[in-house]
């Protein structure tokens, strides 16, 4: 009995099948969420050797049961002080380009790489090469198949739950950070292990500002408060905006609420499979410019959701790339008005059979 | 009106006079810990550039507000895309041999930024060069200012509290995870930003195993409880473990802790400025071993804190490094006997006129 992921053999086949283009015999995955994907294992430290027909999981002492368990599909190799179990496993792999990940590997790592690679030999009688790769696994993990959709439906789930209990509560007179903070103890209490970013709570003109956190502002009747939050279930994370008031909203509110939520509703409407992010942004951009407010919906339309908060499929003004089926992103326009406030919606969004599914449940406004 | 740090002035003169080592014109610090300390800036994103007589520090437009304000010692250059910011700010500064944190940086990142100085050319006759550089900061960070001794000493105070708080109401039948998290909710409702590590509550055999954090295990009577701890408050890290017993400890307990207990006496009373941290580690350690159970202390007996929960000074078997006035370090020896649990007992001291204060007084079973 082991409590093995199904779908590691595909993924494994969709990795190798990007050998090729760098003609690699070999990639090392280092990236803690790419190894989560490619393998199932869940420790916090490991590397992933993978070759075209083998692939071991190194990781230490303290993970070497856990990983035989979740990762089945791999020999477990156990890491020692040094790099001797790298270039061992590797000198057993008749292996010589290796591929790893630029972006991850600090050049420290690299060189004592490097190092070792040329002190153990091996490679070949060209010896080994280490090539830099980038984007393979976001690439990858931008179509989720069924595995990665029911805990990304389920992290989605804790914090719609998580909104919905803490929004009812809210009085005027509490502040920014105390509302955050009942965000994440109600999240934490029904079993999310973290947020997945610091929690949003943009009171009045606070709401104004893109990067607003949570501070110490008091929130009061009438004004707009942005609540952008979510946490982190099994590794997968869920992203959710709502705008709400306490008490009466007024007239401006209402129409920059109708806007943004019209726009929003537009591009999810009308999203398809086979567009580009550049062309569902648009959906909604323009319902918001044609409104007169263009110049104030300064950032992209969404990003893709998963084991990051941000990944693959880019959903923005310069998204060149197609959106496909089985692709999960958040669809969340904002208004920012300087001195007044802000209005985002957002919530998250899964193609299927070329049209997109609402996976976010929390209280909306309706007009 | 600032909230500038007054010592950063000193920190920088430490920095500059490693520059000479490896002929250095420049260093970029790009470790988030090295820029709080060097800086005083508290922002999440930023480079500082730092010549023998100038001092940069680039942020994104969130933060250039903020970064004007904490880090006065510094000019603030606004990041955009691309990597213009940097080149023209070294263009600037008549430097040609630029340090990097090769533990820090990516080898995509290192990359990126010597073909941008390449592209941009400067750097004098030879142009410019990146050097490698390692632990610069971490060696400087290992004494303490009273700058930061004043924010250690209150994140101990907001853990010590947490632990006095949520032990003094553990009864039998809650589970580990449980009092792990009571312990968070404390020590966040009393302004600590974070944990500093993920917290262990190890009862009865789970105690044996060095890495075991929290489970689902429900704790008994009569059984040793290994809490270790640890928030942070304004960056700097606390580090705390105590081993408690529910209702009345037996024999074993007592005699296994009274060993522990007199190792960790033994190791404050007697420690020194000017000891190696091996001579430290083995002022425990004889204890112990004395006492029989040498193999069952497996680890050192502690570790420098600060910005990091592990960073310099070494305080273990193999530490060469001397300790020195203004230390900052835990003294934490166990004992763990498999199938039975562990005890291990940790305080944070530092070393002052060449002994050691204690910092930590959350309440402690003494025999």
């Known amino acids: 009995m082991t409590d093995a992921n199904p779908y590691i053999g595909k993924r494994l086949e969709a990795l190798r099948a990007k050998f090729d283009s760098q003609e690699l015999d070999a990639i090392l995955i280092t ?106 696994g976001a690439e990858l993990r931008a179509v989720k198949d069924p595995d990665e959709l ?15 209990e803490v929004s009812a509560r809210i009085e005027p007179g509490v502040s920014e950070v105390e509302v955050a903070w009942e965000i994440e103890k109600s999240v934490r209490e029904q079993g999310a292990e ?28 009438g004004e707009p408060i942005v609540i952008d939050m979510g946490c982190r279930y099994q590794g997968f994370c869920s992203d959710l905006t709502r705008t709400i008031v306490l008490g009466e909203p007024d007239a401006k509110f209402k129409e920059i609420y109708d806007i943004t939520l019209e726009a929003q509703q537009t591009a999810i409407e009308k999203v398809e499979a086979g567009m580009t992010g550049e062309e569902a942004d648009a959906l909604a951009r323009e319902v918001i410019s044609k409104a007169g407010h263009g110049e104030h919906f300064g950032h992209g339309l969404g990003h893709g959701v998963g084991l990051e908060v941000h990944e693959g499929p880019g959903v923005g003004a310069r998204s060149k790339g197609k959106l496909e089926d089985g692709m999960v992103f958040t669809i969340e326009p904002g208004i920012y008005l300087t001195g007044w406030g802000g209005v985002r919606i957002e919530d998250v969004v899964v193609l299927e059979n070329g049209r997109a599914r609402v996976l976010s449940n929390a209280v909306k406004l309706t007009p």
């Open 31 to 136: 990236n803690e969420h790419n190894r989560r994907y490619f393998s199932g294992f869940k420790g916090s430290a490991g590397t992933l050797i993978i070759t075209r027909d083998r692939a071991a999981l190194a990781t230490d002492f303290r993970y070497t049961e856990q990983a035989g368990s979740q990762a089945p599909d791999y020999e477990v190799v156990r890491v020692m002080p040094g790099l001797g179990w790298l270039t061992d496993t590797l000198g057993g792999m008749d292996v010589s380009r290796i591929g790893f990940e630029a972006d991850e590997m600090s050049v420290a790592s690299h060189q004592r790489l490097v190092d070792a690679l040329d002190e153990a030999g091996g490679g070949g009688k060209d010896g080994y090469s280490m090539v830099s790769t980038s984007g393979i």
């Open 150 to 164: 029911a805990l990304l439906t389920k992290a989605i789930e804790i914090g719609d739950r998580a909104f919905d």
């Open 194 to 221: 973290a947020l997945s970013f610091e929690t949003i709570v943009a009171s009045g003109p606070n709401g104004a500002r893109p990067h607003h956190l949570a501070a110490d502002r008091i929130l009061q009747e």
